[in-house]
């Protein structure tokens, strides 16, 4: 049987493709069985250990590329011979953790997806619904949303098929939608009373880095929302119909979906 590291294995897209891999999946982080932690290589070794195929998820709140540039490499070194890498829509094109994939000797796939709707039930923005505000840089500008779920699935089918190496997906949900009437969605389903608050810039990237994001990391975060706020992020991408032959789950599927789970109970 094949095995698939698979990193970040707690997160949103990791614990879904660990799920879907089964006894495949060799799931690892900084707090799972086997600990993976890509500030301690001496970590990498014991995971790479009689793995085929990785999900590489780059360093959280981290723009710098080091530790895939050298990950990389040890991981062909040790046997692997398939990597999907998770990235984002509009990465720089000279970013070093794509390089380092594309320039390997192994098959790979590179996905690029959108925001993620789970974003608003389990990352950075659950708090802020919980609490009945939700504060950001933002305006009528849409963002194509995409579910969690369907990053996973694209990535399994790259881990487990030869027909996605060397393609480049970008993924998006099947419709644009701006912050305000994400909100109230969530706000309507979920029977909570939320809104939304458009604040400034300067203020919302210092309270992330005050909330322990890296200085670069909060800054490239505050300018993909100001680029949804200004309408520059709002048009839609066909990954998942190519690489899955179906539509992508629309916003307020998800939404449904999280609220009978008890997201924001």
């Not at 890509?38 to 070794?45: G, M, P």
């Not at 389903?189 to 210092?206: H, I, L, Q, Y």
């Amino acid at each position: 049987m094949t095995t698939t590291l698979v990193l970040g294995a707690t997160g949103k897209t990791g614990r879904r493709v660990t799920a879907a891999l089964g006894p495949a999946a060799r799931p690892a982080s900084r707090s799972s069985a086997l600990r993976f932690d890509w500030s301690d290589s001496s970590t990498w070794a014991p995971a790479l250990d009689g793995v085929s195929a990785v999900y590489l998820v780059p360093p959280a709140n981290n723009l710098e590329s080091a530790e895939v540039e050298a990950f990389v490499p040890a991981a062909v070194a040790a046997g692997v011979r398939r990597i999907v890498l998770l990235s984002a829509r509009g990465i720089d094109p000279a970013d070093g953790r794509e390089a380092a994939v594309r320039e390997s000797t192994v098959d790979w796939t590179i996905l690029r997806p959108t925001w993620f709707q789970q974003n608003f039930s389990e990352d950075f923005l659950l708090p802020m619904v919980l609490g009945g505000e939700v504060a950001l840089p933002m305006g009528a500008g849409g963002n194509p949303f995409i579910d969690a779920q369907d990053i996973a699935d694209v990535a399994v089918a790259a881990l487990t098929s030869d027909a996605h190496a060397g393609r480049v997906y970008e993924l998006s949900g099947p419709e644009a939608i701006s912050f305000p009437d994400a909100v109230a969605l969530v706000a309507e389903v979920s029977g909570r009373e939320v809104k939304a608050v458009d604040v400034p810039e300067e203020p919302f990237t210092a309270a992330l880095a005050e909330a322990g994001f890296s200085p670069e990391y909060a800054a490239v975060l505050t300018a993909s929302l100001a680029a949804i706020r200004d309408g520059h992020d709002a048009h839609l991408s066909t990954g998942v119909q190519e690489a899955l032959g179906r539509e992508p789950r629309r916003f307020e599927d998800y939404v449904k979906a999280a609220a009978a789970a008890g997201a924001w109970s």
